[in-house]
């Protein structure tokens, strides 16, 4: 499934009838930082590494423990 971007995002919301509020209090998420990452800040790790990924505007990683052998 191909990436979305800020401009598809902000569009399903805006067709969804969805604020970005509500979205992210549903997920878990703070609203203010969700903002920020549909308006284009860096998305490299944490919370914002999950929204992204959460919106679908970035791919999920799958990480495994390098500790483990």
């Known amino acids: 499934m191909p990436l979305k971007t800020r401009e ?10 969805i604020s970005i509020a509500d979205w992210a209090m549903e997920h878990g998420f703070s609203a203010a930082l969700t903002r920020e990452v549909i308006k284009g800040r860096r998305c490299i790790r944490g919370q914002s590494h999950h929204i992204a990924v959460a919106l679908g505007m970035k791919a999920p990683t799958y990480v495994s423990d390098p500790i483990q052998p």
């Open 8 to 17: 598809e995002v902000q569009t399903w919301f805006q067709s969804q009838g």
